[in-house]
């Protein structure tokens, strides 16, 4: 029986509202060791912000992390899958969109877990080094 998105991803996913700064993102990013935060508007998934996106989109452009809110540079355009969804279809949806996680939304668009390209890994019981790395603790 396929396993469901729901029993792999990672729950109660950090969010930011839309108007939030870059500077608060990375804060979160830091303190809980992650490299991403989606983004919302009134509470629906609107976008999400990524540590690459602060370098690339932000501080070689010299914005102001401080005064630079997330809207202006997260990516809008995102692909979801939904907790009841298998897993293979977001393994499908990541290699299809070339992404390493989807967010997970419910019927109201609103997220509730994300889902990493290391987490099928460790959940698919395959071999190789991929379930390894995905199991390792940060090295920050």
Not at 49 to 55: A, H, L, P, S
Request: charged fraction near 20%.
């Amino acid at each position: 029986m396929p396993r469901r998105v729901s029993d792999v991803m990672t729950s109660a996913p950090q969010t930011l509202p839309l108007d939030a700064t870059l500077y608060e993102a990375a804060r979160i990013m830091r303190d809980e060791g992650i490299g991403n935060v989606l983004v919302t508007y009134a509470g629906r998934l609107c976008g999400v912000v990524t540590d690459r996106d602060i370098v690339v989109r932000a501080v070689a452009e010299s914005r102001d992390t401080t005064l630079t809110p997330l809207g202006d540079v997260c990516t809008a355009e995102l692909t979801t899958v939904r907790p009841e969804d298998d897993t293979a279809t977001a393994a499908r949806l990541m290699s299809e969109q070339a992404v390493r996680r989807l967010p997970v939304v419910d019927a109201m668009h609103r997220p509730v877990g994300i889902v990493s390209l290391g987490d099928l890994a460790v959940s698919g019981g395959g071999g190789g080094p991929l379930p390894a790395i995905s199991k390792a603790p940060p090295n920050n």
